[in-house]
């Protein structure tokens, strides 16, 4: 159970600025202290009896102040831990930037050594919390990236790593207790380099070897949770945060189960369009201007047999026509059942010379497509209607069944495609609106 | 089963209504194409029944023919 309730210090430290009493916890390791009241900074060895020294002072108290009790106990990142210090830093280079880091130490001493974990630190920036602890191993040259490049890979995790940022900090205000003076910590050169939920950084000072961290995001409401507060409490979150993970955490299986799919489609594509395509008749007839008193004409195909179920293809063509037209409706008739199809087409050319150049336009060609055409013996009745005045047309029909049929297979790739393509979009909209906060957006375009 | 469909098989259980739509959808394009069944548009201008009932012409030069492509037969 957590206990926010702040416990009685260990000893009390005397501002010597304004005489305030401050609690301390850790006897044995605090050495800086912020006093709450005249934001002044100081230096003490508390419980000697030696008087406070001041080192420094924060003009103004920041809003909206610390989100969390400072002396509350809880249980974070394994750890029960007493929330004992809380600053308010920013960048040098920035200054609208800020942001809150609160010192968490253990409740209770533990046995041996402090454990690697420590510091541990909870860092709230724009309403989005970070779990910060002491990177156990840090990265060094893994695979063809270095820590030196913008991005490389873990070879442990296989979590892949993004430069985020890199500034130096500046300490805005401080309050309650430090084992080191953080005042020293303006003078670290401070990469980060993020891949949610984890945001790794490095703290360099001078030529030394930098000191790795590794933070992890919490929800607001898992750290309204864990002190026991309203998550209304808490800042209001805003945009999206460097390591806040995104929608369509799923999304390498979803590509895995999406590549399966279309191999499958088109596999099952190729093997229908594999059956040969089987000409079922072509014939050529002659149209001309119907007698005096007919209204129409009508001419009879062969008949001819479709084996089973099949898409016909029929395709009209006009060798001889020029600078007319025909226009004929195509009746295919089931001789069994009586059942109909029909389509009608125009066939219309023209050409000649302008200008001593030549031109066309219109098409001897027309095409159609019969879908589901059942088995059965069939015939065509084509009713043609030529140019009045013009000579006698050849028109030519020819139909083939087991026409492969691709409009399916785009129609079926684009159904396969729509759930892959909405969680894409989501997840590039999510981390367009990351990386805007960051001086190495991936996204943005050159301008 | 073996190891190479080991990533298929967690991919599936991770997006299950998903998988079971793609299924749906190949067993459904499959049974399209091999009837000839295209799904999108037919040619076909008529509105016939199955068994050759009375139907109307839906599109084309229907003033001019009406109705006539049902039952000319040889």
Redesign the interface.
């Known amino acids: 159970m957590n206990t926010p309730a702040p416990a009685t210090p260990a000893a009390w430290v005397t501002c010597p600025q304004c005489a305030t009493q401050l609690p301390c916890y850790n006897l044995a390791s605090s050495r800086y202290f912020g006093c709450f009241n005249c934001r002044a900074y100081l230096w003490a060895v508390p419980g000697t009896g030696d008087k406070a020294q001041r080192r420094d002072g924060f003009k103004t108290a920041r809003q909206p102040g610390p989100s969390l009790p400072l002396g509350a106990v809880v249980e974070l990142g394994g750890y029960r831990c007493r929330l004992t210090g809380y600053q308010v830093r920013g960048e040098k280079d920035d200054r609208t930037a800020e942001w809150r880091e609160y010192q968490l130490t253990p409740a209770a001493p533990l046995p041996g050594d402090l454990p690697l974990d420590f510091p541990l630190q909870l860092a709230e920036y724009q309403g989005h919390w970070l779990l910060i602890r002491r990177a156990l191993a840090f990265p060094a040259k893994i695979g063809p990236y270095s820590v030196q490049d913008k991005e490389w890979q873990d070879e442990t995790t296989g979590q892949h790593y993004r430069m985020w940022h890199r500034y130096r900090p500046i300490i805005r205000e401080a309050i309650g207790e430090f084992d080191w003076d953080i005042l020293e910590d303006e003078q670290l050169k401070i990469k980060e380099y993020t891949s949610p939920p984890y945001l790794l950084t490095s703290e360099q000072r001078g030529q030394q070897k930098p000191t790795w961290y590794l933070a992890e995001y919490l929800e607001p409401a898992q750290v309204a949770a864990t002190f026991s507060l309203d998550y209304i409490d808490l800042p209001e979150r805003q945009g999206v945060g460097a390591a806040q993970l995104g929608p369509g955490r ?1 999304w390498p ?2 590509k ?2 999406t590549t ?2 279309v191999c ?2 088109t596999a ?2 190729l093997l ?1 369009s594999w059956s040969p395509t089987a000409p079922q008749v072509t014939q050529q007839f002659t149209v001309v201007e119907p007698a005096a008193g007919a ?2 004409q ?1 001419m ?1 195909s062969q ?1 001819f047999d479709v084996k089973s ?4 293809e029929i395709a009209l063509e006009a060798p001889d026509l020029t600078n007319h037209w025909v ?1 004929a ?1 195509v ?1 295919l ?3 069994q ?8 087409r125009s066939l219309e050319y023209y050409e000649g010379t302008e200008d001593g150049e030549h031109w066309s336009e219109g098409n001897r060609t027309a095409e ?7 088995s059965g013996r069939y ?1 065509f ?1 084509i ?1 043609p ?1 030529v140019d009045p005045g013009t000579s006698a047309a050849t028109l030519s029909l020819s139909a083939t ?3 492969t ?1 691709w ?3 785009f ?2 790739l684009c ?2 495609a729509l ?1 892959p393509f909405v969680v894409w979009w989501r997840r590039r909209d999510f981390e367009e609106s990351r990386w805007v906060n960051s001086d190495f957006n991936p996204y943005a375009t050159a301008e | 089963m073996p190891d190479f469909l080991r ?2 098989w ?3 259980r ?2 299950p209504l ?2 079971g ?2 299924l749906l ?2 067993l459904g ?2 049974w ?15 509105a ?5 009932g009375a ?1 109307n ?1 839906l ?3 229907g003033g ?2 009406g109705g ?7």
């Open positions: 799923q299986q979803l895995r189960l399966a799919a499958l489609l099952t594509q229908i209204t129409t009508m009879v008949a179920s099949t898409a016909l226009e409706t009746s008739v089931n001789e059942t009586g059942r109909g199809y029909e389509f009608t159609a497509l019969l879908s589901a055409v059942p015939h009745n009713y209607t069944a087991g026409t049929l409009s399916n297979y129609l079926a159904g396969l759930l | 990533p298929y967690l991919a599936a991770t997006w998903y998988t739509l793609v959808l190949l394009f499959g399209l194409g091999l009837r000839g069944t295209r799904l999108l548009g037919d040619d076909n201008e008529t016939e029944t199955a068994n050759g139907g012409s599109t084309g030069r001019s023919h006539h492509g049902t039952f000319y037969h040889k």
